[in-house]
């Protein structure tokens, strides 16, 4: 009967081993995926990002006064909700 139990024991043991070592391979395999789509996003994002900033330079220096007048505007808001 010790016998028994003992050998139940270990086929559980090497289940949960099996297993743990699946498991194991599955969330490396999910990390592994996660980490190159983030570096994909991470380089999209970028060159959204200096694309927007090459727009907004073109306008700025097609627009060189209504630039200044939409900069003095937010500079003259800001300030006054700093005041209060």
């Known amino acids: 009967m010790a016998s028994q139990v ?3 024991i270990e086929d559980a043991a090497e289940k ?3 297993h743990a070592e ?3 391979q599955s969330v490396e395999r ?8 983030a570096g994909e996003t991470a380089e999209t994002v970028k060159q959204y ?4 900033f090459d727009r ?9 006064l209504a630039s200044a007048a939409i900069a003095a505007s ?3 808001v800001l300030a ?3 005041r209060r």
Not at 30 to 37: E, M
Not at 49 to 52: I, K, L, Q
């Open 80 to 82: 006054a909700i700093a």
């Open 6 to 8: 003992g050998k139940s």
């Open 16 to 18: 949960v081993g099996y």
């Open 30 to 37: 999910a990390a592994n995926h996660a980490a190159a789509n």
């Open 56 to 64: 907004f330079e073109v306008a700025v220096r097609r627009n060189p």
């Open 49 to 52: 990002a200096a694309d927007g």
């Open 74 to 76: 937010v500079g003259f």
């Open 22 to 24: 699946r498991i194991g």
